[in-house]
């Protein structure tokens, strides 16, 4: 089969609108989610291995992320009564890894004509043309899109990241700064280095309290998880 061109929404951008019937009835996206936080994201199949760990993380961590604002949305290329189907076989059957029992209460979208999955990259088809590959959308409250991620249809995705990530971009919008490489709520936070964006001299000549330079063009500031969890935390 010939390869299409995939259409990818960029960081930046807004997130592309649509209608879809969901698990929990119908939503106008992502207009419905203005004022929170999103993860969109999609599963290849339902009744498959992978994709059911990763729901039932999901479902664990659900209040998780619900703390940060942050509300969950899947999508599948399957129908609903396949996805309403899964959902209860997991809930009645499954114990894996000591999750049991688990309700998944957040919308998972039909779309069966492909017509969501197209819109945000998800049919990958050197992946496969038939499954949507596993894909993370971070939304904004105001609708934009502030991360992406793509996994492959063999590996399940890590939730520590997805809520580092939230936290993370909350972090930065609420305190005006970026976070170093495995950074976690607690550790130090990169600044915005002096002379650029108003910042004083005084981070220059040592004088900024707190602010560590390890060269001119890298600093950091301690912000505790008290202060993040006061500030972003509901
Ligand atoms: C899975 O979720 O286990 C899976 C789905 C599609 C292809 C490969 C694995």
């Given at each position: 089969m010939e390869n299409t061109v995939v259409s990818i929404p960029r960081i930046g951008e807004q997130a592309?609108?649509?209608?879809?019937?969901?698990?929990?009835?119908?939503?106008?996206?992502?207009?419905?989610?203005k004022g929170s936080w999103v993860i969109l994201f999609s599963h290849p199949a339902d009744f498959t291995p992978v994709c059911t760990s990763e729901f039932m993380t999901f479902a664990k961590m659900e209040n998780d992320f619900a703390a940060y604002n942050c509300k969950l949305v899947g999508l599948s290329v399957d129908g609903l009564y396949s996805h309403i189907a899964w959902l209860r076989n997991i809930k009645e059957k499954i114990d894996f890894k000591g999750m049991k029992g688990m309700e998944v209460k957040f919308p998972l979208i039909e779309d069966i004509t492909m017509e969501v999955a197209k819109k945000y990259g998800m049919i990958q088809e050197g992946e496969s043309n038939t499954k949507a590959v596993r894909a993370v959308f971070v939304i904004d409250p105001k609708g934009v899109i502030r991360t992406v991620l793509y996994y492959p249809l063999s590996t399940g995705r890590n939730f520590d990241e997805l809520l580092r990530i939230v936290v993370a971009l909350q972090t930065a919008d609420a305190f005006t700064c970026a976070t170093p490489a495995d950074w976690r709520p607690?550790?130090?936070?990169?600044?915005?280095?002096?002379?650029?964006?108003?910042?004083?001299?005084?981070?220059?000549?040592?004088?900024?309290?707190n602010v560590k330079c390890y060269d001119w063009y890298f600093c950091t500031k301690p912000v505790s998880a008290q202060e993040i969890d006061s500030k972003i935390k509901k």
């Open positions: 592309p609108e649509f209608k879809a019937v969901t698990t929990q009835g119908e939503i106008n996206f992502p207009a419905d989610y607690g550790d130090e936070v990169i600044v915005p280095p002096a002379g650029s964006c108003g910042v004083a001299k005084d981070r220059v000549d040592g004088k900024e309290e």
